[in-house]
């Protein structure tokens, strides 16, 4: 076993403040999603993956459970040694079972977890070594794009970048063209991305899942109140702030709201903040899409679709795509 923890010393809390401020002085007002997962936040997020409604867990678990016999074979088919580097790596709850499989397959392979959340990194480098004693694994602790510079820093081998979980689907679909073409220019000929979609299906199915009744989804939204309130010397009244989520089926967007209760000022810091009766904050995207859009997708951003697996009721797909 060997394991790596990389700090970035970075200042956080300013970057955390001048984000926070740049949206919500805009109009129309925005957050950034990123800050949903601070402690509490992972732990809700962990919530919102149990509950009934949430459907893409349980999909995606599914093929990774399933199927990772058959992504191990398309990662490793060329037999050379490589990077595996897992962009929002959460707990790793789902892609354990491909570094079992891989490792069972005697892969000469490095993990590279990268999550914004020190959290999560510290909980992976604590608990994932005992399950998985031989894994070699190294935790990068921030933005993605300058941890994947890290990695490449660390080894020249190749890359299998892991993207799943649907994370794309928290960009509108301009930034996912960008996010997909940043990222390509940051790997090599024949590097693979494995990248998870939620497809397009019954309109009230997606909506229920971002809008649940037990008001999880809820918390999760206003937890970034809580944060700001605790971390940036915040003064939001939680209870004068409402969650919303809405689903547009011809678009395939999910997007979800906090709506001012009323006409209200809130502090941070030393800057003011006023809010209309209404008036909404924009919390984020959850971008649906069908195998079409994926497709061109890929082909757009200078990748080429390799392989797709699906769950069992096809509300799901991880998607391989290889650099040309």
């Known amino acids: 076993m060997s394991i790596t923890t990389i700090e970035i010393p970075t200042d956080n809390k300013t970057q955390f403040l001048q984000e926070t401020l740049k949206g919500l002085q805009s ?11 601070d402690a509490i936040g992972d732990r809700i997020f962990q919530q919102i993956m149990d509950m009934e409604e949430y459907y893409l867990t349980n999909a995606e678990m599914e093929i990774l459970q399933n199927q990772s016999a058959q992504l191990s074979e398309a990662i490793s088919a060329d037999g050379t040694a490589f990077d595996l580097i897992e962009l929002g ?12 499989s891989l490792l069972d397959a005697q892969m000469e392979f490095s993990y590279f977890p990268i999550d914004i959340s020190e959290h999560v990194i510290a ?27 890290k990695a490449a820093e660390l080894s020249d081998r190749r890359k ?15 930034d996912a063209e960008s996010f997909c073409l940043s990222l390509k220019q940051l790997l090599a000929p ?53 969650h919303y989520a809405s689903y547009d089926p011809a678009s395939g967007a999910c997007k979800s709201y906090l709506i001012s209760l009323k ?24 971008q649906k899409y069908s195998l ?14 390799i392989q797709r697996f699906f769950d069992q009721k096809q509300y799901f797909v991880d998607a391989i795509w290889r650099v040309d």
């Open 27 to 37: 109009e129309p007002k925005f957050m950034l999603s990123k800050y949903f997962y």
């Open 89 to 100: 790596a959460g707990d790793a709850t789902k892609s354990i079972y491909l570094l079992e």
């Open 123 to 149: 909980d992976l480098e604590e608990n994932l070594p005992k399950k998985l004693s031989s894994l070699d694994i190294t935790g990068l602790n921030g933005d993605y794009f300058d941890m994947l510079k």
């Open 160 to 174: 299998v970048v892991l993207f799943m979980g649907a994370n794309i689907g928290n960009m509108n679909v301009a």
């Open 190 to 242: 024949k590097d693979l991305l494995i990248i998870g979609f939620d497809l397009k299906k019954n309109p009230q199915q997606i909506l229920d899942a971002y809008n649940d009744k037990g008001g999880i989804t809820r918390s999760f939204n206003l937890n970034l109140l809580h944060r700001i309130n605790k971390e940036l010397d915040g003064d939001f009244n939680i209870d004068q702030f409402e």
């Open 263 to 286: 006409n209200q000022i809130v502090n941070i810091g030393h800057h003011v903040i006023q809010f209309a009766e209404n008036e909404h904050i924009f919390m984020e995207i959850s």
């Open 292 to 305: 079409d859009d994926i497709d061109q997708l890929a082909t757009k951003t200078g990748f080429k679709p």
